[in-house]
């Protein structure tokens, strides 16, 4: 081996922390209007069910309605990670409410964030926000005060997952 030739096979490199630019204008008040909707969608299934339930409530004597009112504590949050694990995970890498507001997810890299990914998105923020937090509201801003610091406005779970909530590209129409 020549001697004056340096050895870089040991030398561990800096990670890379310039991603791709993301158009963040008006994030912050589009993701909460997008949870709004994506919280009605997911109520949406839940209905659905009450009403598959009410359809097999007569041949089943009722045993449908018990077992989805014992099954509902797990169901709920079963339905919110199926939702956004498989809406963001998509091609479209967002759920409909994050679609009706022009919002896309990506990973910092710029590439599209895996099911794993985005239910974890998905637990990092149902379970501080909506369950832990709920007594006192004041504190679910604790999980939107990195958005008023970050250049990227990400919220704490994404800056967990290293995840990036941006706008969508404009739409351009074929000329």
Do not use: W
């Not at 498989?86 to 710029?110: E, H, Y």
Request: hydrophobic share 55%; charged share 10%.
């Amino acid at each position: 081996m020549n001697s004056n030739m340096p050895n870089t096979a040991y030398r561990m490199q800096p990670p890379v922390t310039v991603g791709p630019a993301f158009n963040v204008d008006g994030v912050r008040t589009r993701r909460i209007f997008a949870f709004c909707v994506d919280f009605l969608m997911i109520l949406s299934l839940i209905m659905a069910l009450f009403v598959v339930a009410f359809i097999f409530a007569i041949p089943t004597f009722g045993f449908s309605f018990i077992a989805l009112f014992l099954a509902l504590p797990a169901l709920m949050p079963a339905l919110a990670l199926l939702y956004n694990g498989v809406t963001v995970s998509g091609p479209n890498r967002a759920t409909i409410g994050m679609r009706m507001f022009d919002l896309k997810v990506t990973r910092r890299d710029g590439g599209t964030p895996g099911f794993l990914q985005a239910a974890a998105h998905a637990v990092l923020f149902y379970v501080p926000g909506l369950v832990i937090l709920q007594p006192h509201l004041f504190l679910l801003l604790l999980l939107l005060l990195p958005t008023f610091f970050e250049a990227d406005k990400r919220m704490l779970h994404d800056i967990l997952l290293g995840l990036v909530v941006s706008r969508r590209e404009p739409f351009l129409p074929y000329v």
